[in-house]
């Protein structure tokens, strides 16, 4: 209402759930930038988080100051990962860790059941857009369908994950641990519990960044778009939130 002429929101982010309110009226067009640049940097935070826990690296970390040289020798790393939400960053992530050679599937809502295509996941990674139907979806339920011991990463938003959830997971040893780039308050407070979970990683929303150049072409091809009238590249829909 307060900006009555505005015609088009263009997201910097994959992201758009922040956008999708009801003040922006429905006849306001959405698009967001789709950066191959992006998708390769969460691509390579992945495949450093996945390979760190795969290949046992934390343990390395934990005997250095002890002066401790055991050895404890890992054969190549062959894991099943699942790879939840496979359009341009999730298919990203999985076309890095296959390379690496692990097994992976993408899945897709309206694909299989979630607790079907989780069922023997070793590595689950998040990558899907949040919306009604993905809010808190990763919850006790979907932690119990994975393997015993398997490794999440989340590089999509923490509203995905109930993380009571996740952390009782990972205290019961149903998971090994998780890599957090996103949590559902963010800034986290200094009292968060996830701070000070043994096997959790936090980092602080830095995965990738847009680039300024990607982010500057396509908002200019997205204007010649709107004002010729012609569809908008990367467009949103608006009822399916992505």
Same mark, same amino acid.
């Given at each position: 209402?307060?900006?009555?002429?505005?015609?088009?929101?263009?997201?910097?982010?994959?992201?758009?759930?922040?956008?999708?309110?009801?003040?922006?009226?429905?006849?306001? =067009?959405?698009?967001?930038?789709?950066?191959?640049d992006q998708a390769l940097g969460i691509a390579q935070y992945v495949a450093a988080m996945?390979?760190?826990?795969?290949?046992?690296?934390?343990?390395?970390?934990?005997?250095?100051p002890r002066r401790d040289w055991s050895r404890h020798p890992l054969a190549a790393a062959?894991?099943?990962?699942?790879?939840?939400?496979?359009?341009?960053?999730?298919?990203?992530?999985?076309?890095?860790?296959?390379?690496?050679?692990?097994?992976?599937?993408?899945?897709?809502?309206?694909?299989?059941?979630?607790?079907?295509?989780?069922?023997?996941?070793?590595?689950?990674?998040?990558?899907?857009?949040?919306?009604?139907?993905?809010?808190?979806?990763?919850?006790?339920? =979907?932690?119990?369908?994975?393997?015993?011991?398997?490794?999440?990463?989340?590089?999509?938003?923490?509203?995905?994950?109930?993380?009571?959830?996740?952390?009782?997971?990972?205290?019961?040893?149903?998971?090994?641990?998780?890599?957090?780039?996103?949590? =559902?308050?963010?800034?986290?407070?200094?009292?968060?519990?996830?701070?000070?979970?043994?096997?959790?990683?936090?980092?602080?929303?830095?995965?990738?960044?847009?680039?300024?150049?990607?982010?500057?072409?396509?908002?200019?091809?997205?204007?010649?778009?709107?004002?010729?009238g012609q569809p908008l590249p990367n467009a949103v829909d608006r009822s399916a939130g992505?």
């Amino acid at each position: 209402g307060r900006l009555p002429a505005l015609r088009w929101v263009c997201s910097m982010a994959a992201g758009v759930e922040k956008l999708l309110v009801p003040d922006l009226a429905p006849s306001v =067009a959405v698009s967001r930038v789709v950066d191959p640049d992006q998708a390769l940097g969460i691509a390579q935070y992945v495949a450093a988080m996945v390979l760190r826990h795969a290949r046992g690296l934390a343990r390395y970390d934990e005997q250095q100051p002890r002066r401790d040289w055991s050895r404890h020798p890992l054969a190549a790393a062959r894991h099943r990962a699942v790879v939840l939400g496979y359009g341009a960053v999730g298919q990203e992530c999985g076309r890095v860790l296959a390379a690496l050679g692990f097994e992976v599937q993408g899945w897709r809502r309206g694909g299989l059941p979630l607790h079907q295509a989780l069922a023997g996941a070793q590595i689950i990674v998040n990558a899907l857009p949040l919306t009604p139907q993905t809010d808190r979806l990763l919850d006790a339920a =979907a932690f119990a369908a994975m393997a015993p011991g398997a490794y999440f990463v989340n590089i999509a938003r923490g509203g995905h994950v109930v993380e009571p959830d996740l952390i009782a997971a990972v205290q019961s040893g149903q998971l090994a641990g998780a890599a957090l780039d996103v949590q =559902a308050v963010e800034p986290m407070v200094a009292d968060d519990p996830l701070w000070a979970i043994p096997g959790i990683t936090i980092t602080p929303h830095i995965a990738a960044q847009s680039s300024p150049h990607t982010v500057a072409r396509q908002f200019l091809a997205g204007l010649a778009a709107l004002r010729a009238g012609q569809p908008l590249p990367n467009a949103v829909d608006r009822s399916a939130g992505y």
